[in-house]
């Protein structure tokens, strides 16, 4: 499969945006579990959210504190990251992630499929 992430920009704090990912290939979607981590400068690569194929359970960092939700859409084969009350210090490269074993949703190494990339930027 391969992942392209978009949404990413420059917010003021206590602002909100929703980063997508658009799945492609062969294997169908809602096969996969799918997450999101972010890396920022200097950091480990951080575990934010995950969500299981049907979208039926959800699971989150322990920073988010409920200002982020994720969600799928497997119809168009996207999954969704819908960040609100951001934080100067959630500044990072958010990347998604597809993972087609359903191992450990916290641990980057679970994740088979990586998409690119995108800058999230906020600003005090």
Do not use: H
């Amino acid at each position: 499969v391969q992942l392209q992430a978009s949404g990413g920009g420059l917010v003021q704090a206590r602002g909100s945006l929703r980063l997508s990912c658009a799945a492609s290939g062969r294997r169908t979607f809602s096969s996969y579990a799918m997450g999101w981590f972010r890396q920022a400068p200097g950091k480990e690569r951080e575990f934010v959210a995950a969500i299981t194929w049907s979208g039926g359970s959800t699971y989150y960092g322990d920073f988010v504190k409920g200002r982020f939700t994720i969600s799928r859409d497997n119809a168009k084969n996207t999954v969704y990251l819908q960040m609100n009350s951001l934080k100067p210090e959630d500044t990072a490269v958010y990347y998604c992630a597809a993972d087609e074993k359903y191992g450990s949703y916290w641990r980057p190494t679970s994740y088979d499929y990586w998409g690119q990339g995108t800058l999230v930027t906020v600003s005090s």
